[in-house]
């Protein structure tokens, strides 16, 4: 499998493409004006304690206070490794908080929608190897790692090294970069973190809340950090000073991929290199047409994302169940693909066609759990339901690409659909007759848009004449071009 990263940088923002096999797989936008803030520390002050809520809300500096649950208070007892550890409980918060107390706290997902961010005081500073997390003494290791001899090799080193360090109190989670790391990487990477964790207590000591202690590295130096691995054949960067900011990371840290990095001069813009614009475009769409005819349709809302597959022009070949098969199939591709590269969080609910063959639900679900296993964000995934629904969550840290690009629309709030000038007409009738009940007039005025004065002169006019007759008034029609097809007035004359 052939990879690739592509980094657009201009002055009001940075954009990271990550290109599988020729193919969008992921896509990151971070805005001058409006940066992700995951990863930042903070020394914040308490400003609400809701015991009901067993949580608080903590002025950070922002425009809206942030959120901190009394499980993301209390340090985390976790070995790093089981992941299906009984749920421990939780004390009153009121034990834990105060208002107006000071507290430094890390950002773990930023503000989405009405929501504040959501904050942690279980600290950790991320390198290319490691997770250094203060206050913790154990040493996990990702899960992605799965040779048991390399897991072993990795925690031991780690382990042999922190325990060298008398002077510096934490723990470390190996992260899957690390597979096949040299002692001598490994031991760079904690010392970088130690000189790290150095620094931001010094400023911690120093600052008065709300402060910023500690801001994450740039999206196109995150993305080297985060990103790149052996599979990767190049990191392509237009942006010439980005591109010396990210060689001089680079040789400090991850010397081995200096050769991937390059320099893009091309005058064709780097996102046309493999049609990214386009795909960005498609990605906000709610359909995704499927190469055999059928097609997916993807619905974003506040509380889930829900996914419907249909054979649209798909007839098959053989039989009906052969045909919603491998229908279903080319979906389960098609939505691990979009779940990444629209970065949609939270609850996903799939309603898959329904199959009667145990064996074609199980490929299925099987087809969706190994394209997922490619997935940078961390899933979870059940079983078809009795009502032939897969359900999953996939971890949410950040907005999705159409938060980041889009906006509700002003004209339908957001419901993705108008009322008809039909409707809007029936609305205007009974307006007039509430208006000439409470008030008395000559004669009215109706201001509307085009579509729906149109339709009061053509297909209402009847109507009109007769609402006419029966309020003795009469009633004359005016275009309004700025108004939406729901709006209009009344006016007495």
Do not use: W
């Amino acid at each position: 499998m052939s990879e690739e990263i592509l980094i657009n940088v201009t002055p009001v923002e940075t954009r990271v493409a990550l290109v599988e096999n020729g193919m969008l797989q992921e896509a990151y936008i971070e805005r001058t004006s409006r940066k992700g803030i995951v990863g930042n520390i903070y020394k914040g002050k308490v400003v609400r304690v809701l015991p009901g809520m067993e949580a608080a809300f903590v002025d950070i500096g922002l425009e809206r206070a942030a959120f901190i649950h009394a499980s993301d208070v209390v340090p985390s007892q976790s070995n790093g490794d089981d992941v299906n550890e009984a749920p421990k409980t939780v004390p009153d918060i009121r034990t834990l908080l105060r208002e107006g107390q000071s507290l430094v706290v890390q950002v773990t997902k930023d503000p989405i929608g009405t929501k504040g961010a959501r904050l942690t005081t279980q600290l950790s500073i991320p390198s290319r190897y490691l997770v250094f997390m203060p206050g913790v003494s154990h040493v996990g290791i990702s899960q992605r790692i799965e040779d048991d001899t390399e897991r072993a090799r990795l925690k031991g080193l780690v382990e042999e090294a922190a325990a060298k360090e008398t002077d510096v109190q934490g723990g470390y989670i190996i992260r899957t970069a690390a597979e096949a790391a040299s002692p001598e990487e490994l031991i760079g990477d904690m010392t970088y973190l130690h000189r790290l964790s150095q620094s931001i207590h010094e400023r911690i000591s120093r600052v008065q809340a709300p402060s910023v202690i500690y801001q994450d590295l740039p999206l196109f130096i995150r993305t080297i950090r985060d990103l790149i691995r052996p599979q990767t054949e190049k990191v392509r960067i237009d942006s010439r000073e980005s591109h010396q900011r990210v060689m001089e990371f680079v040789e400090e840290f991850v010397t081995e991929f200096a050769d991937k990095v390059e320099y893009y001069p091309g005058e064709r813009p780097i996102f046309d290199l493999y049609s990214v614009e386009d795909e960005i475009q498609k990605a906000l769409s709610r359909k995704v047409q499927l190469k055999s005819g059928g097609y997916v349709i993807i619905d974003q809302t506040e509380a889930m994302t829900t996914i419907d597959i249909n054979t649209g022009g798909f007839v098959g070949h053989r039989n009906l169940e052969e045909t919603i098969f491998k229908t279903n199939l080319e979906a389960a591709r098609a939505i691990s693909r979009q779940l990444r590269l629209r970065n949609l969080g939270g609850i996903i609910i799939i309603d898959f066609i329904d199959m009667e063959d145990p064996e074609h639900q199980r490929q299925v679900h099987r087809m969706l759990e190994k394209m997922l296993e490619r997935d940078h964000a961390k899933t979870k995934i059940t079983g078809v339901s009795e009502l032939g629904l897969v359900e999953m969550t996939r971890k949410r840290t950040t907005e999705s690409l159409g938060q980041v690009l889009c906006e509700p629309c002003p004209i339908c709030d957001g419901r993705g659909f108008l009322k008809t000038s039909e409707t809007v007409c029936y609305e205007i009738f009974r307006e007039i007759l509430r208006v000439n009940r409470a008030y008395d007039a000559e004669n009215y005025l109706v201001m509307a848009s085009q579509s729906v004065v149109d339709r009061l002169l053509d297909e209402e006019s009847d109507n009109v004449a007769d609402l006419e007759t029966f309020i003795s008034k009469t009633i004359r029609f005016q275009v309004e071009p700025f108004y939406s097809q729901e709006q209009y007035d009344v006016v007495l004359l």
